[in-house]
């Protein structure tokens, strides 16, 4: 992943998450001498997509410059059970403040870049791209799109700010679904404009509105293929072309049915709002050091 494809609050996130984990300082990393050293291995204890060395990185890069990180297994790529990630070498101190908040940021988005690419894989020789939702945790949204991305996936909305999409309480509220894509034309006529679908009828309204994604909300698969064929037929005869993506308890087991009705896209909430993080651990394996000093608590600098 390119550096420019990085979200930008990297740094505030980790600040953040330091802040909440350290306080005031942490009390049990003083017992440990403030010059002793240590080398320490983070291992993979189930096959993963490892994800997430920029924020592992800049965890110890603000409680000490002094940790070095020296990575096996690529940001993106495979890792084997019981595979090295990744050394981690410095003060003792530093390595212990920092592993939890760490191997949080690591874990979390390596089981979403994880089970992102489980989907690509159910998807292999078709076209149809998995997105994301904007149920995510908060204060990570970024962070977790960034692990779609690295997964294979692709990002829906960032926010309520960069495209409009129109769900069910917008159509009540507005009248119609065509009375909503009106309104919303008229107030925003350069951002991306998607709605939401529950019937076939509200299918032929979006694609009469020409709206750039419809998404078809917990449609069997049965009512999806006649919305593609409804979609195809519209494209023959008009220039719109409104891409179609299936939402609403999408899983590993259907969504290759799912895909195989011909949308566009299907979208999975659980990529980021019911993720498991993966499991890894960071061991110890040596330390050195003189007799413990009377000194304050490693602070998060």
């Known amino acids: 992943m390119e550096e420019s494809q990085l979200p930008k609050d990297i740094k505030p996130t980790v600040a953040r998450a330091i802040a909440e984990d350290v306080g005031e300082g942490d009390v049990t990393a003083a017992l440990v001498a403030e010059d002793a050293t240590a080398t320490a291995y983070v ?14 990185n800049e965890v ?19 890792a084997r059970a019981e595979q090295r990630v990744c050394v981690v070498t410095g ?25 992102t690419r489980k989907f690509m894989d159910r998807l292999r020789g078709t076209t149809v791209k998995i997105v994301d939702t904007r ?12 692990a779609v991305r690295l997964g294979g996936g692709t990002n829906h909305r960032f926010g309520l700010y960069d495209a409009i999409l129109i769900k069910e309480n917008h159509i009540a509220a507005a009248g119609s679904l065509a009375k909503a894509i009106e309104l919303a034309r008229g107030l925003h006529p350069k951002l991306p404009l998607m709605a939401e679908a529950e019937n076939l009828d509200e299918v032929k309204a979006g694609l009469d ?37 299936a939402s609403g308890g999408v899983t590993l087991q259907n969504v290759r049915d799912i895909a195989d009705t011909g949308v566009d896209r299907i979208s999975v909430g659980s990529l980021t709002k019911n993720v498991q993080a993966s499991d890894l651990s960071m061991r110890f394996v040596n330390a050195a050091a003189t007799k413990p000093a009377a000194t304050k608590p490693a602070q998060a600098r």
């Not at 291992?43 to 592992?56: D, R």
């Not at 149920?135 to 960034?146: E, M």
Request: aromatic fraction near 8%; glycine fraction near 6%.
């Open 43 to 56: 291992i993979a204890k189930e096959p993963c997509i490892v994800c997430g060395k920029p924020w592992f």
């Open 60 to 78: 110890f890069a603000q409680l000490d410059p002094r940790v070095k990180v020296q990575w096996d297994v690529m940001e993106g790529a495979a």
């Open 91 to 115: 003060p003792s101190r530093s390595l212990l403040t920092g592993e939890r908040t760490a191997l949080n940021f690591l874990q979390l988005l390596t089981g979403t870049a994880t089970m």
């Open 135 to 146: 149920k995510t945790l908060p204060g990570l949204r970024a962070a977790q799109k960034y």
């Open 209 to 245: 509105g020409k709206v750039d994604v419809l998404l078809l909300d917990d449609f069997p698969t049965h009512l999806l293929s006649k919305a593609v064929a409804m979609a195809r037929d519209y494209r023959k005869f008009n220039k719109a072309h409104s891409l179609l993506e």
